[in-house]
């Protein structure tokens, strides 16, 4: 196999080498950003879940509030969540914008179809206190039936943020443990390199092309200083040249 081909199939293993190298730091990069979505996403995850669990808290305490002491403001706060902050479904369009499991979203609408209905009990407790019915207001908000209706919201929340928690978790392990993998593969490959650049220098430049290079040129400076010293050596390769060139 001669020096040119040697050369070029050495080039191209470094080059190929190279690539390789660069394209396992990019992927090790790519894994790392893909693991800080995941934990964003799970960040924001449990912060929806959490504001519908504390918008139906609001609206409990809010009518409860008012049936203990039919102060306008508690109403009025009431009334303010359901019309202007919309939490609960606002919790809603943000999960469903994370692309929560179908399993996650199936029990955020139960629990939220769940504090729609305990709106019924609510409103009946607002109307017992305007028309002077406290008693049957606390009755309404402090009951069995109340109890059970929040029960039927918080359980489903609860069981949605566990689900949460658990995927986006093992999403954020698994995707560290790849990073892992592909960082160790990317310094491997690194090493690699390095070693095939110093073997090349080492067993195939310097044999075959440096210290070739250095003896003919230390036996060309021989050469000279042997012309220099002895005339007669420089007349015989004058006349021998216009032969060779011949």
């Given at each position: 196999m001669s ?22 730091t ?5 894994l790392?950003q893909?693991?800080?979505q ?9 912060a ?12 409990t ?31 809603v ?16 609408a ?6 729609d ?10 109307a ?9 207001a ?12 929040k ?22 392990a ?8 592909v960082?160790?593969?990317?310094l ?8 095939v ?10 044999r075959r ?15 000279l200083?042997?012309?220099r010293?002895?005339?007669w050596?420089?007349?015989i390769?004058?006349a ?7």
């Open positions: 020096i040119d081909t040697r050369s070029k199939l050495i080039t191209l293993m470094i080059v190929v080498l190279a690539l390789l190298t660069l394209g396992a990019l992927q090790h990069s790519h790392l893909e693991r800080e995941a934990v964003t996403r799970l960040d924001e995850a449990q929806a879940v959490d504001l519908l669990a504390d918008s139906s808290e609001l609206l305490n809010a009518v409860r509030a008012y049936a203990v002491t039919g102060d306008e403001h508690y109403r009025q706060l009431f009334q303010s969540e359901l019309d202007t902050f919309r939490s609960r479904e606002k919790a369009e943000r999960l469903q914008a994370l692309r929560a499991a179908p399993t996650e979203l199936d029990l955020i139960q629990a939220k179809h769940n504090s209905q305990l709106l019924h009990l609510e409103r009946q407790a607002f017992a206190m305007v028309g002077g019915d406290r008693q049957t606390l009755a309404l908000v402090y009951g069995v039936d109340y109890v059970q209706a029960d039927a919201i918080m359980s489903p929340l609860d069981e949605a943020r566990h689900l949460i928690d658990t995927r986006l978790r093992e999403r954020i698994l995707l560290a443990n790849q990073a892992q993998l960082d160790a593969v990317a491997g490959l690194l090493i690699v390199t390095v070693l650049v110093l073997a090349s220098l080492q067993l195939f430049y310097r092309l440096i210290t070739p290079l250095a003896s003919m040129t230390a036996k060309t400076r021989r050469l200083a042997a012309c010293a002895f005339p050596v420089s007349a390769m004058s021998c040249l216009p032969r060779v060139r011949a």
